[in-house]
């Protein structure tokens, strides 16, 4: 736990730091203060002791934020350099937020970090998780590595509790037994998806599926629930991810692999394409990239390109930094039992920043 505990430490400092070199200040939602009010054909604004906010600095802020007026539950930051400055539910129950400006300069800063710490463990975590799965599945270890082989090879989302007790979404830690099908190897996954879409998806693996039917015949809400004793552990993203950076000895989560993931294919994609004459050929390619992703990663082109390909990738390959030897030397890159040659690309690349 004390190593978990330094390598999250590690990347609260790193944050902090771009943060300041930004004026930023990193907040809670919690936080969030000021609320706002149907008001005639508009909206009021109340701080936190109820009094009607009359600033026009303040009121000019939150109207340039343009949160839609079907948000309900709309908190509003007090502060212009905190980094969230508003949050709220859409018409679907889904909580939506906006950010500072610089936020996202500082995400994609931060976001390459994390990468480059992702790439670097990546080895010494597939093998952690190989040899957790020999352990029992009613010990936390092997039952974090089950989950962990599943969001590695489907490249699930983690799950919360939240977003399945709102909208009915299901991740990894939040699946049911009858979310999964079993057939010898094959594994078919069919659950409601965070965008609300029903997602049908098929891996193999006969290690995994051999667990996974076990899981199936001792629980019943809950895939990844074990006994201990007298209680019951049901893993949650928490549990999953302090597992995950304790293996690694690296500060990264669950989430991590879907963002190495699409980054990997968009890599592997735009190394081996030549940089068209136009800007908007250009821009086609890329376009094209992102429905490619956005299919491995089960959610839309627009989410894909904003949230997990890194835009370090297309700028290099609009900078002509692909297209050259250091492109066709990426696409040489050799696989490995623990990495395969996308992975090892986009290792190498980074690896290079």
Request: glycine share 6%.
């Amino acid at each position: 736990m004390a190593s978990a505990r330094h390598t999250a430490d590690v990347a609260v400092r790193a944050l902090e730091a771009l943060l300041a070199e930004h004026r930023l200040r990193y907040v809670e939602a919690t936080e969030l203060s000021i609320t706002r009010h149907r008001a005639g054909r508009g909206f009021s604004y109340r701080d936190d002791r109820g009094r009607v906010v009359r600033e026009k600095d303040l009121i000019t802020r939150f109207r340039r934020l343009a949160i839609p007026p079907a948000w309900q539950e709309v908190r509003l930051a007090p502060d212009p350099c905190w980094h969230l400055q508003a949050l709220g539910r859409d018409a679907l129950g889904r909580q939506q937020r906006r950010y500072h400006d610089a936020w996202a300069e500082v995400r994609n800063a931060d976001k390459l970090r994390r990468l480059i710490r992702f790439a670097r463990a990546l080895p010494r975590l597939r093998a952690s998780i190989e040899h957790d799965l020999r352990r029992p599945l009613d010990e936390p270890d092997g039952l974090c590595a089950t989950a962990a082989r599943l969001v590695d090879l489907a490249l699930l989302r983690p799950g919360s509790e939240e977003a399945l007790q709102t909208i009915g979404s299901r991740g990894a830690t939040t699946l049911a037994p009858s979310n999964v099908a079993l057939a010898g190897s094959e594994i078919r996954l069919s659950f409601k998806g965070k965008s609300g879409k029903w997602i049908e998806l098929d891996i193999r693996d006969r290690l995994l599926a051999r667990r996974l039917a076990r899981l199936k015949e001792t629980n019943r809400r809950r895939l990844f629930r074990i006994e201990q004793g007298d209680t019951t552990f049901a893993l949650s993203c928490a549990d999953l991810n302090a597992y995950l950076q304790r293996v690694a000895r690296a500060p990264i989560s669950a989430k991590d692999f879907r963002t190495f993931d699409g980054t990997a294919i968009a890599l592997w994609r735009l190394a081996g394409t030549p940089l068209p004459s136009s800007g908007r050929a250009c821009q086609r390619v890329l376009a094209e990239v992102a429905r490619e992703v956005s299919a491995r990663l089960h959610n839309t082109p627009a989410i894909a390109r904003a949230s997990y390909i890194h835009p370090a990738v297309p700028q290099a390959w609009l900078a002509g930094e692909l297209a050259d030897e250091r492109g066709r030397a990426l696409l040489a890159s050799r696989g490995s039992r623990l990495v395969s040659r996308e992975e090892s690309a986009l290792r190498k690349f980074l690896l290079q920043r």
